[in-house]
């Protein structure tokens, strides 16, 4: 191949080059084709390609279904449920793990597990594994990647390192998976009624609570990209520590939380021990909204009014603040110094909503004020 006649040595000299050069003679020699070099170059991800071939595949979905009998059609459904593009024909994008998993699908649905229920959860698996997979491709970089590499350096260290690690990493996913699926066993309830009928209730009784941070998007104008990461980072550990047997840690975006607990006391702690655990770690302020109620579960989120509620009562909350409708206060009347906020039209609600403010027992009366945006200083008595 004439790499300088396709321009993949342009801009290059001395070092750079005479890497690139030896680069692309051990791709070429792998069947790599040129156009393929090119556009690679163009998107500069020459030097990730000798790892990408380490992750890839070698499989069509047609040969899947040779090898572990599930339909290439369901395969490739499973496939996109998973957020990754649905493969041509003869696209070999399937590896031994793929086979593996197929067969494992298979014996799923044999075993009498419902095909809905293995879309739910590749849905669901799609949506936490691109978060793992971004995650530990930064934390992978961070480590190994040097200053001053070349191309070259970077794709053979990178591929072999990846050799040695990326098996390594299986027990770790399957050890978190079994540890958080005993967990929701231990939480798990079965009433005689479900019994009886065969089937899980669709809806159930649970306390809802949102938190976060305020005033996070003018922080963003504010500091840079690294450093609002740091900051959602250890909010993420923050309220990922608050739970307990209780208490459950639904999910965090950005710079909110969520978490639920079948009795409110619990639930109200927690929210108080985030905010001071926020305080403590030098955070932005947090406030937090509590509500009761019905909640619809699926796949691992929840749903329904609780939840629509306790995020519009988090809106409106003052920084440093768990503000918390009447059932959840009626409910531990005796557990925490409440306060009368007033009552509140909420956005999608309905009838006007009286909301209370929960505080420590013997704490001080003080309201954090601090990195209050200036236009919300002025209470209202409606959300947006």
Not at 27 to 35: F, H, K, N, R, V
Not at 235 to 247: R, T, W, Y
Request: charge should be negative; include cysteine; aromatic fraction near 6%.
């Amino acid at each position: 191949m004439d790499f300088a006649a396709a321009g993949l040595l342009d801009g290059l000299d001395d070092d750079e080059r005479e890497a690139r050069v030896q680069l692309l003679e051990r791709l070429a020699a792998e069947g790599y084709t040129l156009e393929e070099l090119r556009v690679a170059a163009a998107e500069n991800r020459l030097a990730l390609l000798p790892l990408e071939r380490v992750l890839g595949g070698k499989y069509t979905a047609a040969e899947i279904e040779q090898h572990a009998g599930l339909p290439a059609s369901l395969m490739i459904r499973l496939r996109r449920l998973l957020g990754l593009p649905a493969p041509g024909p003869d696209d070999r994008v399937f590896s031994e793990a793929d086979v593996a998993a197929a067969q494992s699908m298979r014996l799923f649905l044999e075993a009498g597990l419902r095909e809905q229920g293995i879309t739910d959860i590749n849905r669901v698996l799609g949506e936490a594994m691109a978060r793992v997979a971004a995650t530990t491709a930064r934390a992978f970089t961070d480590a190994f990647l040097e200053a001053g590499d070349s191309e070259l350096e970077v794709a053979w260290r990178f591929a072999t390192l990846a050799e040695q690690l990326v098996p390594a990493f299986g027990p770790v996913l399957f050890a978190a998976y079994t540890a958080q699926l005993r967990e929701n066993v231990r939480r798990a309830v079965l009433s005689r009624a479900e019994l009886a009928a065969g089937q899980v209730a669709e809806e159930l009784d649970a306390v809802v609570c949102f938190a976060d941070l305020v005033g996070f998007t003018a922080l963003g104008g504010e500091v840079d990209a690294e450093e609002l990461g740091d900051v959602v980072g250890r909010f993420g550990e923050l309220a990922a520590a608050v739970g307990d047997s209780q208490v459950r840690l639904v999910k965090t975006i950005g710079d909110a939380a969520m978490l639920v607990c079948p009795e409110p006391r619990p639930l109200v702690d927690a929210a108080l021990s985030l905010l001071e655990a926020a305080e403590d770690a030098d955070l932005p302020s947090l406030r937090a909204g509590v509500a009761f109620g019905r909640v619809l579960p699926r796949a691992g989120d929840l749903y329904g009014h609780a939840v629509n509620l306790a995020s519009r009562v988090t809106g409106i909350a003052r920084p440093g603040t768990v503000l918390c409708t009447q059932e959840v206060r009626d409910a531990a009347p005796e557990d925490f110094d409440w306060s009368f906020a007033g009552r509140y039209r909420l956005k999608g609600i309905g009838d006007s909503v009286a909301l209370y403010r929960a505080r420590r027992l013997g704490a001080p009366a003080r309201e954090q004020r601090a990195r209050r945006p200036k236009s919300d200083r002025r209470r209202t008595r409606a959300s947006s």
